[in-house]
């Protein structure tokens, strides 16, 4: 089975600080997806990543900066947080397949953060 | 502007029913289309996916139908069972090659009566 890890699954934080978020998979795959979910909004993409080193904006990337030096781990960034990232925060990773046909992305647990 | 929707919050039905989950789309580009379940504290999970080349794709209880000039696509639950209770989340992605980014849904929270 596909296993999606996130660092910590709660998470609290002060205004201004730089947050950290990790994810980890184990199978190979080439992209990875950052979501948040919110009561309403459904789920959003952040950001995601097809290749290391490789980032590309989703759809609300503002306040969010991403890593992926190692194909297995993609970070997101709070470079200054806010009360308005309150949230909770989803990783996703899925393959390009056979044929590059598509793929379902499978996700981690998730991190509920709080900013304070 | 929500390119993907799921126009009920919530849905009851009884255990046994079944339950029909819808989800519409506005945006012609979408051609492969994804349904997952959500528990409280857990991660999306994958549940049953089409591409646009199909109407249909059944997997156990699970059926998705698509209808393309109705942009609309549902999940077909049968029987339902009290395990299903969950947020049900429709994706719709804009192509069939790669992994590229879903647009999801609000999602619909159904909840199955024992």
């Known amino acids: 089975d596909v296993k999606v890890t996130q660092s910590s699954r709660y998470l609290v934080k002060r205004t201004g600080e730089k947050v950290f978020l990790e994810c980890v998979q184990d199978m190979d795959h080439e992209n990875m997806f950052w979501y948040r979910q919110d009561p309403g909004l459904g789920l959003r993409l952040i950001y995601f990543s097809y290749d290391v080193k490789m980032k590309e904006k989703g759809d609300i990337p503002e306040g969010y900066s991403v890593s992926r030096e190692k194909k297995e781990r993609f970070s997101l960034i709070l470079e200054s947080a806010s009360t308005n990232q309150t949230s909770m925060y989803l990783c996703?990773?899925?393959?390009?397949?056979?044929?590059?046909?598509?793929?379902?992305?499978?996700f981690g647990d998730g991190t509920r953060l709080s900013i304070l | 502007d929500q390119q993907v929707k799921q126009n009920s919050p919530s849905l009851s039905v009884q255990e046994g029913r079944i339950s029909i989950l819808n989800c519409d789309y506005t945006?012609?580009?979408?051609?492969?289309f994804l349904w997952y379940k959500k528990y409280p504290a857990e991660g999306p999970t994958f549940l049953i996916s089409i591409s646009s080349i199909k109407d249909k794709n059944e997997d156990g209880r699970f059926t998705v139908f698509l209808n393309k000039s109705a942009k609309h696509l549902s999940l077909h639950i049968v029987p339902s069972q009290p395990g299903d209770s969950a947020v049900y989340f429709c994706a719709a992605s804009p192509t069939t090659s790669g992994t590229y980014k879903y647009i999801f849904g609000t999602g619909t929270r159904l909840k199955v009566l024992a």
């Open positions: 996703a990773s899925g393959s390009n397949g056979r044929d590059g046909l598509n793929q379902p992305q499978h």
């Open positions: 945006n012609s580009m979408f051609d492969y």
